[in-house]
């Protein structure tokens, strides 16, 4: 009962409640970080689409760090500050797959209104 009580005191003081992460000197909103999130999203489906190297080369991380005003480290300690929060991730994230369900919903009915249209126009 001694060695347990001794092992149990010892985890104990051995854990560092002060490990967690400080809030990074530039903060990003959570409204901004879920508009960061969104663009790098449609930026990477947008490279997987491109087959040549040209291509790809033209979408990169840099225009989204240019367009915030931002560069990958600020970015990376954000998420590591709101990886703290999963309830708040979560809500961002929630956020993002909403936004991107509503752009394939209108990609998809131009699409259709599209094919409608050449089928009229065929007839």
């Given at each position: 009962m001694k060695k347990a009580l001794v092992i149990i005191g010892f985890?104990?003081?051995s854990c560092d409640t002060n490990s967690s992460i400080t809030k990074p000197d530039v903060f990003l909103s959570s409204e901004?970080?879920?508009n960061i999130l969104y663009d790098?999203?449609?930026l990477k489906a947008i490279k997987t689409s491109y087959n040549d190297q040209e291509g790809k080369a033209l979408f990169n991380d840099a225009y989204i760090f240019r367009k915030y005003?931002?560069?990958s480290t600020i970015l990376a300690?954000?998420?590591l500050y709101y990886a703290q929060s999963p309830k708040e991730s979560m809500?961002?994230?929630k956020r993002i797959e909403q936004r991107?369900?509503?752009a394939k919903d209108s990609i998809n009915a131009l699409l259709r209104q599209e094919k409608e249209m050449k089928e009229l126009s065929a007839e």
């Open positions: 985890l104990l003081l901004k970080m879920e790098l999203t449609l005003n931002i560069d300690q954000n998420q809500v961002i994230y991107l369900k509503k």
